[in-house]
């Protein structure tokens, strides 16, 4: 009977040892932290979707996204914020560092986390709808656009109450932003917070809804642990830059232009094969405005002719003038632009390119011929034979017969071959 109940005790202690051993976990686990600036891009919706796993794998009390984002592509911000409502773990959505902003589709998914915060400094806001190309749409798709993103953004909003619906369809219908105070008093996010630890600490006690369940967030004096961005959705969020963008594809279309005008090295054409394929995976990303794209094809093309025709120079402007017009149009839209200072500064390194390119046809075109007969005009003799008129003279190694054009020259004397009449020179005395 002893060892019977010896045994049910020992049960009992080795279950209350599981769960106290499992609590203790639990209260230890470490927030995952997120990190992302750039773009709203498929390598964002990789990311978060990864780090979300991670802290649902790992039983983490939440997941941070910490976001600074100038918006893109509303069917990427749909695809994220599908996967932000899809996750078991709270989903925590924090604009930062100071002066971030959560634009345009960033605002949609910062109001799609479960708790959000913001930097003092940042801002949050202009998600006004735009064309595939940056452009302004048509009045009709433009209303469509806007009514059915007011109803996305006032349903993310209808939870935090009726001002911040309210401003959440103004950020749609009329481009309104707000900074991190005014969001706080509107109630669009729920701290302010200088960094994580504070966020943390602010949002300690928080209930939150997740999954349809009600959630006390358990943060203060929790680890954190940041999830970094893999190499290749580094490499990927790096060229979706616009300047890095406008700057591979400028490097790509020297560099393919090069290895035609010298081929047969390779090196050239690999390089700029490659940047051209960076630089159309961060255009077709960003969906960059493809007749400013066009505008640059035709500055290369104008380069290009401009080496071949007798107005040298002139075409160069032209091409420099198109160069400058296409990369402002190419991502042309409120959130995304190439800067002026990348734009002047691609323009005036490619003119210089070609004007160098230009120079060296011009002097090879009016080079003097290194080999052959043609050669020997200009070139200086010495007389082996006096001319009177007619004799021998020395000249790049070589005897040739000669006539003197303007009386008989001695032996000895340095002449100037000044034609050719067969295998006979003109020479004159120097």
Same mark, same amino acid.
């Given at each position: +009977? #002893? /060892? #019977?109940?010896l045994? @049910?005790?020992?049960? @009992? %202690?080795l279950v209350l040892l599981l769960i106290v051993g499992r609590a203790s976990a639990q209260a230890g686990a470490a927030v995952k932290l997120a990190i992302f600036k750039g773009p709203v891009t498929p390598v964002l919706a990789s990311y978060l979707d990864r780090a979300i796993a991670a802290a649902e794998d790992a039983g983490a009390p939440a997941v941070i996204l910490q976001l600074d984002t100038p918006g893109g592509s509303v069917d990427i911000t749909?695809?994220? /914020? $599908? #996967? +932000? $409502?899809?996750a078991t773990v709270p989903v925590i959505v924090y604009v930062a560092p100071a002066g971030a902003h959560a634009g345009s589709a960033g605002t949609f998914i910062t109001l799609a986390g479960h708790a959000a915060a913001m930097a003092p400094g940042s801002s949050i806001g202009a998600a006004s709808p735009v064309g595939a190309e940056g452009a302004d749409l048509p009045e009709t798709l433009k209303a469509?656009?806007? *009514?059915i993103l007011v109803a996305d953004i006032k349903n993310l909003a209808a939870r935090r109450g009726e001002k911040a619906a309210a401003w959440a369809e103004k950020a749609v219908a009329e481009a309104a932003a707000a900074t991190a105070d005014e969001a706080l008093a509107l109630g669009v996010i729920d701290a302010i917070a200088r960094d994580v630890p504070e966020l943390l600490a602010r949002l300690d006690g928080k209930t939150v809804t997740v999954q349809g369940k009600t959630v006390t967030l358990q943060l203060a004096g929790r680890p954190v642990e940041e999830i970094p961005l893999n190499p290749l959705e580094s490499l990927l969020n790096t060229i979706t830059n616009p300047a890095i963008a406008a700057i591979l %594809?400028?490097?790509? %279309? *020297?560099?393919? %232009?090069?290895?035609?005008s010298n081929p047969g090295g390779w090196v050239a054409g690999a390089i700029g094969a490659v940047c051209l394929l960076l630089a159309f995976y961060a255009l077709g990303t960003l969906n960059a405005n493809w007749t400013g794209l066009g505008f640059i094809v035709l500055a290369f093309i104008l380069f290009v002719l401009d080496i071949k025709a007798p107005t040298h120079g002139v075409l160069t402007i032209a091409g420099i003038a198109s160069f400058v017009f296409g990369a402002y149009l190419l991502f042309n839209t409120p959130e995304l632009s190439v800067p002026w200072a990348t734009i002047i500064g691609l323009a005036v390194v490619t003119a210089g390119f070609f004007a160098f390119v230009i120079a060296k046809a011009l002097w090879a075109q009016r080079r003097p011929p290194a080999t052959g007969s043609e050669s020997l005009i200009g070139a200086t003799a010495v007389v082996r034979q006096a001319l009177e008129p007619e004799g021998m003279v020395f000249v790049q190694g070589e005897l040739w017969r000669a006539r003197a054009e303007s009386g008989p020259i001695g032996v000895g004397e340095r002449v100037i071959v000044t034609g050719q009449e067969g295998l006979t020179l003109r020479v004159t005395k120097e």
């Open positions: +009977m #002893r /060892v #019977r109940n045994s @049910v005790w020992s049960a @009992v %202690l749909k695809e994220i /914020v $599908q #996967r +932000m $409502q899809a469509k656009a806007t *009514n %594809l400028t490097i790509g %279309l *020297n560099a393919i %232009l090069f290895e035609l």
